[in-house]
T-cell receptor, first 114, second 116 residues
Framework: AQSVSQHNHHVILSEAASLELGCNYSYGGTVNLFWYVQYPGQHLQLLLKYFSGDPLVKGIKGFEAEFIKSKFSFNLRKPSVQWSDTAEYFCAVNANTGFQKLVFGTGTRLLVSP | DTEVTQTPKHLVMGMTNKKSLKCEQHMGHRAMYWYKQKAKKPPELMFVYSYEKLSINESVPSRFSPECPNSSLLNLHLHALQPEDSALYLC???????????????FGPGTRLLVL
């Protein structure tokens, strides 16, 4: 069964610091990869996604992620975080073998201090 | 418009009650999903409907009964729930839900359920 690992469970940064959140998955075949964000009291929103093509994908709010197939990784980055980026971030993978079954990582809680 | 709506926002029910959660989307999507999210945990898939047919049941107890009356609506009927079923129930939709298509799931705000 596929699994998704997010090694950073809690991250605390000051505004303007750079962010990188790790995501690794266990499936060896073709995958669709996603980062979702859940702001306090709000629903899951799509930040960005990778299906194929350029492994460096750009999303909303200045976020980007890089798919490295050899490392089974899809790390999320932002060069300069803002207080409003305080949220929980989930990496999710769909193994693309049948029905659209998303498997989520355990999430990373990001706190950005002003 | 990528909106998925869910009602009610909050629900408190006793273990002998019967209640239903409702989800609606008007994006023309033909796949709809129910997820369960416990506090400080990631969402976990419960059910997948594709073209109004149940495609995936992730071994969910029978006290949860999904229903897809049409392509825009998804219900989750609840009966004889346990306190451990208290969670945020999320609905999502995507274009078709099957095969190897490159699809994005869009989530609703969820129903926060408390079982007493």
């Amino acid at each position: 069964a596929q699994s998704v690992s997010q090694h950073n469970h809690h991250v605390i940064l000051s505004e303007a610091a750079s962010l990188e959140l790790g995501c690794n998955y266990s499936y060896g075949g073709t995958v669709n990869l996603f980062w979702y964000v859940q702001y306090p009291g709000q629903h899951l929103q799509l930040l960005l996604k990778y299906f194929s093509g350029d492994p460096l994908v750009k999303g909303i709010k200045g976020f980007e992620a890089e798919f490295i197939k050899s490392k089974f990784s899809f790390n999320l980055r932002k060069p300069s975080v803002q207080w409003s980026d305080t949220a929980e971030y989930f990496c999710a993978v769909n193994a693309n073998t049948g029905f659209q079954k998303l498997v989520f990582g355990t999430g990373t809680r990001l706190l950005v201090s002003p | 418009d990528t909106e998925v709506t869910q009602t009610p926002k909050h629900l408190v029910m006793g273990m002998t009650n019967k209640k239903s959660l409702k989800c609606e989307q008007h994006m023309g999507h033909r796949a709809m999903y129910w997820y369960k999210q416990k506090a400080k945990k990631p969402p976990e898939l419960m059910f997948v409907y594709s073209y109004e047919k149940l495609s995936i049941n992730e071994s969910v107890p029978s006290r949860f009964s999904p229903e897809c009356p049409n392509s825009s609506l998804l219900n989750l009927h609840l009966h004889a729930l346990q306190p451990e079923d208290s969670a945020l129930y999320l609905c999502a939709s995507s274009q078709r839900g099957g095969g190897t298509s490159q699809e994005t799931q869009y989530f609703g705000p969820g129903t926060r359920l408390l079982v007493l």
